[in-house]
């Protein structure tokens, strides 16, 4: 990494010396001796304690501990309070550290808790001040870490706290953390049992994803007269619950059937979620309608049609309906009411021209009549989705590109099942060339993108010599990687306590500050502003999350000029050193690799999904045994695959059989997330072909779909700012 200045102050910036960044990029990739050994050489590279402290702590937690301890009576000394509370706790230190900016980290809730726990003889102990954070710690579901720590702490209070705290405690621990051990550890009585405590911890742990504990919480109400023997250990003891009025019965019906459907036992979702469409059920009625229909047309059926068209009749011009609309064209679109498909189409745009389907449904019927050879229509309805788009306050980029691209390609290429151009006469020459203009113009302005590259693609079958990379935009290695922070930040103690944190090396306690400066922000200048920080903290991971977290995953435009410093922060090489070499060890193109890891799990090694999949590249761990017997190396657990450089090697290997095993990248991109088997039922009978970008808008799974796209988007978007842009070179044929 290069070294990189960030305007904090007008006047101000944050000094990163070559030392410093030699240092840093050697932690980064785990090198603890490296960067030791280079402190070591260069004195001047150990002005920063952090990074002392970062070097020493592995080997030597005593000198490390010395380094923060003499920075307590400093400018520093916050960040100081969270590494002393780990290696020399003391109450003013945790005291001082639970009304600090840093109350609420995971860090210092751990170190609270384990001082507590260790030291419940001091006389003078007071466990409520040391763990006051926990009360009012943030519980964000996304928020893992802190869940975790504020759980500790929270039941030590339960148990050790004053009269005062310890009820607080266990009701928060029990209705707002409840998929935590510690939570699960309590049997709730009393007011816990309360219906609405209790459907407030089931809706919890169906926002997590714990469906599997959302039906056994509510086992004894759905259906309602018996309950099962086994309800999990959560609920072990818990009597059966009595009391519940017709609404909380509804609601109840209605988490069981989400939970249900997300387990894929749809006829059990179905059974629940009628439960919750008899009168009296208020919201949840509708709700429940709404999922009954969804699981419906997963589940496709004769009776699929039937129940989404009375789900538009009974709610007529609720926000829900356009969402139904569109399943109902697909449903009648499978069975080759075409016609039927259309009416469904149209009314989403007539009846619910500003609901969130409008635009999906304009581009349906746009490529609709484009199959039929309407081209004149297509391109009317193409134009419109485009203009529709560009009026909204913050467009969706992917179905803007969609729209745009179908609506020049169109007018070169106008049949869909063909790549040849269409004939031109000298009379029509100046109208073809118009429009081979206007698809080069959306080819070069979006050339870092999937609908820009396979328009690029395109080009060059009429000229081989089309476009290039330069075209496309511009290698990151050029930008001034410097942004200058809202003024707003000059005198918000976070931020100049970042700054010092970052001069010192404490990237990590720098980080934090960040991301609280930062969080809900969906104002551009504030978001890259402190991506660009979390970058020089060592943290490329992180300015991605934050952009991607306030809607900047994807950028418009092109990585050029003043742009590319938000490309290059929106699209950063994190984990660069274990993505690289895992890809050139499996022969995978490494832009591509990262493009995967970005879009599969946002660079967060440590992440596990709902259905289980883990790390940088959200392996499932079936499959990275799999590929771990292929090399020789041990079976992996889940822990295991946490570790970002063994991730990204069995992730690699797993990409680089796909790719060596299917005829076309984007279909080993589409194996890789639905499974080769899957890919196959898409594909045309044996000895047909389809256009890429037709096979491509026809696949029937959503999710795959989407995939595909963002993937080989990024893939071609790192490709633009780290090399490697004309070697792509993929068929615009898809061959069965």
Request: charged share 25%; net charge neutral.
């Amino acid at each position: 990494m290069i070294p990189l200045l960030f305007s904090l102050l007008a006047s101000a910036v944050v000094p990163l010396t070559p030392e410093h960044a030699d240092v840093r990029n050697a932690l980064a990739q785990g090198d603890v001796d490296g960067a030791a050994a280079l402190l070591a050489a260069d004195p001047a590279g150990a002005t920063a304690p952090g990074l002392l402290f970062r070097v020493r702590n592995p080997k030597d937690p005593a000198a490390a501990c010395d380094v923060v301890k003499g920075l307590l009576g400093s400018g520093l000394a916050e960040v100081a309070r969270v590494h002393v509370a780990a290696c020399a706790p003391s109450l003013a230190v945790l005291r001082a550290l639970a009304a600090g900016p840093f109350r609420h980290d995971p860090r210092a809730l751990s170190s609270a808790n384990d001082f507590v726990r260790q030291n419940l003889l001091l006389p003078s102990i007071d466990v409520d001040a040391v763990l006051a954070a926990a009360l009012d710690a943030p519980l964000s579901l996304s928020l893992a870490p802190q869940r975790r720590a504020a759980a500790g702490a929270l039941l030590t209070l339960t148990t050790r706290g004053s009269p005062a705290t310890q009820g607080p405690a266990r009701l928060r621990l029990i209705d707002e953390l409840p998929e935590q051990p510690e939570a699960k550890s309590l049997t709730p009585v009393d007011d816990d049992d309360r219906p609405a405590r209790r459907l407030q911890r089931a809706a919890v742990l169906e926002k997590l994803h714990n469906n599997d504990d959302v039906v056994a919480a509510l086992a004894d109400r759905v259906p309602p007269p018996t309950r099962p023997k086994a309800v999990g250990a959560a609920l072990a003891g818990m009597p059966l619950y009595t009391g519940f009025s017709v609404e909380q019965d509804c609601q109840a019906a209605l988490l069981v059937g989400k939970a249900e459907r997300s387990l894929r036992h749809y006829a059990k979702a179905r059974a629940a979620l009628a439960n919750a469409t008899k009168p009296g059920c208020g919201e949840a009625r509708k709700k429940a309608q709404y999922l009954e229909a969804r699981v419906a047309k997963v589940q496709g059926g004769g009776g699929a049609e039937k129940l989404l068209a009375n789900f538009v009749t009974t709610w007529g011009t609720d926000p829900l309906v356009d969402d139904v609309l569109l399943w109902l064209s697909e449903v009648r679109q499978a069975k080759g009411d075409g016609d039927g498909a259309d009416k469904a189409l149209r009314a989403i745009v007539t009846e619910h021209p500003g609901g969130d389907m409008a635009d999906e449904a304009r581009f349906r019927l746009g490529l609709r009549a484009a199959k039929a050879n309407k081209t004149a229509e297509a391109v009317k309805l193409l134009d419109d989705a485009v203009l529709a788009l560009r009026a909204a306050e913050r467009p969706r980029i992917d179905l803007l590109d969609r729209a745009r691209y179908w609506r020049a390609r169109l007018g070169v290429f106008p049949q869909v099942e063909s790549l040849t151009p269409r004939p031109s006469s000298k009379a029509d020459k100046v109208s073809f060339d118009a429009d081979v203009a206007a698809l080069q113009a959306f080819a070069v302005e979006r050339g870092a993108s999937f609908y820009g590259f396979v328009a690029h693609q395109l080009l060059r079958s009429v000229d081989e010599a089309a476009l290039s990379s330069t075209a496309a935009g511009e290698p990151r290695s050029a930008a001034a990687l410097s942004m200058a922070l809202p003024l707003a930040w000059e005198k918000d103690p976070r931020a100049i306590l970042a700054r010092a944190a970052l001069q010192q090396g404490f990237d990590d306690d720098a980080a934090v500050l960040i991301a609280a400066l930062t969080a809900d922000s969906s104002d551009p200048s504030v978001v890259f502003a402190g991506a660009a920080l979390l970058v020089q903290a060592g943290r490329p991971e992180l300015a991605h999350q934050s952009a991607r977290n306030a809607g900047f995953s994807q950028l418009d435009g092109r990585p050029a000029g003043d742009e590319l410093v938000r490309w290059s922060l929106a699209w950063p090489r994190a984990h660069a050193a274990a993505l690289d070499a895992a890809a050139r060890a499996q022969e995978v193109p490494p832009p591509l690799l990262m493009g995967l890891a970005r879009e599969e799990s946002a660079f967060a090694a440590d992440v596990v999904s709902w259905a289980g999949a883990v790390g940088l590249c959200q392996l499932m761990v079936p499959t990275a045994k799999d590929e771990a017997l292929a090399l020789k190396r041990p079976s992996p657990s889940t822990s295991d695959l946490v570790d970002p450089t063994l991730n990204a090697l069995l992730g690699a290997a797993h990409l680089g059989r796909r790719l060596r095993g299917l005829s076309h990248p984007l279909l080993a991109i589409g194996a890789y997330n639905a499974g080769p088997g899957m890919v196959a039922t898409w594909m045309p009978p044996k000895g047909r072909k389809r256009p890429l970008d037709a096979f491509v808008e026809d696949i029937p799974v959503d999710e795959t779909r989407g995939y595909i796209k963002r993937v080989t988007g990024s893939w071609i978007t790192y490709a633009v700012l780290d090399g490697g842009y004309d070697d792509i070179a993929f068929d615009l044929w898809i061959k069965g």
